[in-house]
T-cell receptor, first 109, second 113 residues
Framework: GEDVEQSLFLSVREGDSSVINCTYT??????LYWYKQEPGAGLQLLTY?????DMKQDQRLTVLLNKKDKHLSLRIADTQTGDSAIYFC?????????FGTGTSLTVIP | NAGVTQTPKFQVLKTGQSMTLQCAQD?????MSWYRQDPGMGLRLIHY???????DQGEVPNGYNVSRSTTEDFPLRLLSAAPSQTSVYFC????????????FGSGTRLTVV
């Protein structure tokens, strides 16, 4: 199966930008997603990008996809304390879904 | 629109007991799956189904059974609970091709003592 990797922890100061990175191995990934999990809660879809796109922006969120390097990133502008959560990258190839291990984002007031 | 509904939210079992975690979705999604989430290990796929009557094993299927008699329901059965099955369990579903990603249930926190 595919390997999807993320760094485990990230700390940023409130108001700064956060960048969460994800690398994957399957070049045939068709869709890539970012999910947010707040403590004690389920996973919430934040945004997604099709493999034929390089960038997608949605309010404070910017997703960048580098297909050559198989690298996906999520940038959160003006990070707030409510953004503290675990962020998961998810790769989809047909009916197969592969999760990254999750990045725990801590926002320091 | 209820989305994906999981019950119960919390459960404590004794070692050796059996139980069924329920999952239902009302979005007519073909694809349903069960994950377990353990600290530091992300989400691991237990079983999945691509449609009614079709199920397959994921990464960690041992100790669990599933069935898919209808499009809406995908129950997960623990045959003989073990402490190693203490975890948070998530059910998720998606439509054909997974275009819009998974919709997740709110999870079941299971403790086996």
């Amino acid at each position: 199966g595919e390997d999807v990797e993320q760094s485990l922890f990230l700390s940023v100061r409130e108001g700064d930008s956060s960048v969460i990175n994800c690398t994957y191995t399957d070049s045939s990934s068709t869709y890539l997603y970012w999910y947010k999990q707040e403590p004690g809660a389920g996973l919430q879809l934040l945004t997604y990008i099709f493999s034929n796109m390089d960038m997608k922006q949605d309010q404070r969120l910017t997703v960048l996809l580098n297909k050559k390097d198989k690298h996906l990133s999520l940038r959160i502008a003006d990070t707030q304390t409510g953004d503290s959560a675990i962020y998961f990258c998810l790769s989809n190839t047909g009916n197969q879904f592969y999760f990254g291990t999750g990045t725990s984002l801590t926002v320091i007031p | 629109n209820a989305g994906v509904t999981q019950t119960p939210k919390f459960q404590v079992l004794k070692t050796g007991q059996s139980m069924t975690l329920q999952c239902a979705q009302d979005m007519n999604h073909e694809y349903m799956s069960w994950y377990r989430q353990d600290p530091g290990m992300g989400l691991r796929l237990i079983h999945y189904s691509v449609g009614a009557g079709i199920t397959d094993q994921g990464e960690v299927p041992n100790g669990y059974n599933v069935s898919r008699s209808t499009t809406e329901d995908f129950p997960l059965r623990l045959l003989s609970a073990a402490p190693s099955q203490t975890s948070v369990y998530f059910c998720a579903s998606t439509g054909t091709g997974g275009v819009y990603g998974y919709t997740f249930g709110s999870g079941t926190r299971l403790t086996v003592v």
